[in-house]
């Protein structure tokens, strides 16, 4: 056996060398847990080894590094693409990972989405069956898309293309104007919403509409003003019944909603099939 004192290593004062294993001994002459297996000493140091073993629970060998417990290091490098026996999640603590693969999750529950932010548990997205992704808030399914792609909001069993079980609201957009003489333009952009709501503070003529898309419906409040007397022209994509459009209401503050439905759209024509409320709440 031979004995080798070391110099710049804290804490172990001397070291053994038998056959091809290198021992490391502490100051009270017990060993220090640390192993080298398969040493090459040559006259600069060690030149190879084929394994380092810390105690009994961590081996470095030909085949990898062997850990019970936890590994802490500055980084990993490598495409993971070997890597095997990651049991649970808890195994591995990371500030981000970057997959360029397929990543597989647990389904999860409503209580415990498998996909969930740090601290909030309970909220997240989860796979409650085959084809099916769900969205669950305070441990409460939010929204589901299931397997036939039906969206449903507040429902688990959603049995149209968007089922809202509950109420809903939809955003009331305003119009732009022009000025011209004597008579104004009021333009609706119905790329930006599908109901508004106008006040006429002058005579106009309700432009035909921007960005729309056939199958859009909605309605426009046309509110007179405190004169009253206002009157409205329609541009030619609004289509009343027997061509005609109404006559609105003149009374001061008076309140008419018009109903409208894009019907079709593009060379062979533009058609919003539009009626009018009239009077409403006078």
């Known amino acids: 056996m031979t004995v080798i004192r070391p110099n710049a290593i804290s804490g172990i004062t001397s070291l053994t060398a038998q056959g091809d294993v290198i021992n490391f ?20 140091g060690i030149s190879t080894f084929t394994s380092i073993k810390v105690g009994t629970a961590q081996t470095l060998d030909a085949s990898g590094i062997n850990v019970t417990g936890v590994i802490t290091a500055t980084s990993f490098k490598g495409d993971g693409s070997t890597l095997t026996g990651v049991a649970a999640t808890s195994n591995v603590s ?16 409503t209580a415990a989405p498998s996909i969930s932010p740090t601290g909030d548990s ?26 036939s792609g039906r969206l449903g909001i507040g429902t688990n069993n959603p049995t149209a293309k968007l089922h809202v079980f509950g109420n809903a609201a939809g955003f009331i957009g305003t119009a732009s104007t022009t000025s011209g003489s ?12 599908n109901n508004f709501s ?9 432009a035909n509409p921007i960005n729309f898309v056939v199958g859009q419906s909605g309605f426009i409040s046309l509110l007179q003003d405190g004169t009253g007397s206002r ?31 894009v019907r079709t759209s593009g060379a062979g024509g533009t058609s919003i099939v539009s009626d009018v409320i009239l009077g409403v709440g006078t």
């Open 25 to 44: 001994f502490k100051s009270d002459g017990t060993l220090s847990g640390l192993e080298i297996g398969g040493a090459r000493i040559n006259a600069t």
């Open 94 to 109: 990371t500030n981000a990972i970057v997959n360029s693969g397929v990543t597989t999750v647990s389904a999860g529950t």
């Open 122 to 147: 309970n909220t997240g997205i989860f796979f409650p069956s085959a084809d099916t992704i769900a969205f669950g808030e305070g441990g409460a399914e939010a929204l589901r898309i299931d397997s």
């Open 182 to 193: 004597g008579i104004s333009t009021v333009n609706f952009d119905f790329g930006s919403a």
């Open 198 to 206: 106008f006040t006429l503070t002058g005579n106009y003529t309700v």
């Open 231 to 261: 009157t409205v022209s329609f541009g030619p994509f609004w289509d009343f019944a027997n061509s005609t459009a109404p006559t609105l209401t003149t009374t001061a503050n008076g309140v008419d909603v018009l109903a409208y439905y």
